[in-house]
């Protein structure tokens, strides 16, 4: 599905610079905003949850966004998953039961460095890639962007126990 919906993606933003309307999947007009860089919501450290992610016996800081689907991931820790890449652009993992989507926008355009959740498959996403907007993606945090190279060489199905702190 998610091979599908990255097709998709390409083909909008060939659309786009054609000038033809670009569609959803479900053939409805997509629904992208047209924020800048700077007017999107960020982290804000001094208000963020610290979480610790340990991966092959390193330990990775990372900061959860104040949103209500980041609580309710912290909620949900401790946690060990297992991650597998996806299109050479993030590394997922299926949670063990759905976050919340109230108060959140429906869709995002995730940077590299960003934790995401994906609802519709209900995956937790570390993106390493660009992969542009969705509808469905909430960031719910950040990691140091020198961890990427470690976390980009992962081998397939890696386990990541996380925690508060």
Known sequence: MRRFV????VLLGAAAC???DARSPTGTPSAQPN???????????SDATTIR??????????????????QDFADQ??????????NRLEK?????????M??????DDPNIADIGYYAPSNDLVWYYG??????GIVRIGRFNSDDLDFINGQPEGFQVTIEQG
């Open 6 to 9: 990255t097709l998709v993606v």
């Open 18 to 20: 054609s000038g033809t």
């Open 35 to 45: 924020q800048s860089q700077a007017s999107r919501p960020t982290t804000q450290e």
């Open 53 to 70: 992610l340990t991966v092959d016996n390193r330990s990775i800081k990372a900061q959860l966004a104040d949103n209500p689907t980041a």
């Open 77 to 86: 820790l401790p946690l060990t998953l297992t991650f597998r890449d996806f």
């Open 92 to 100: 997922i993992a299926e949670l063990p039961r759905p976050l919340t």
């Open 102 to 107: 109230e108060g959140v926008p429906e869709g």
């Open 130 to 135: 660009d992969v542009g907007y969705f509808n």
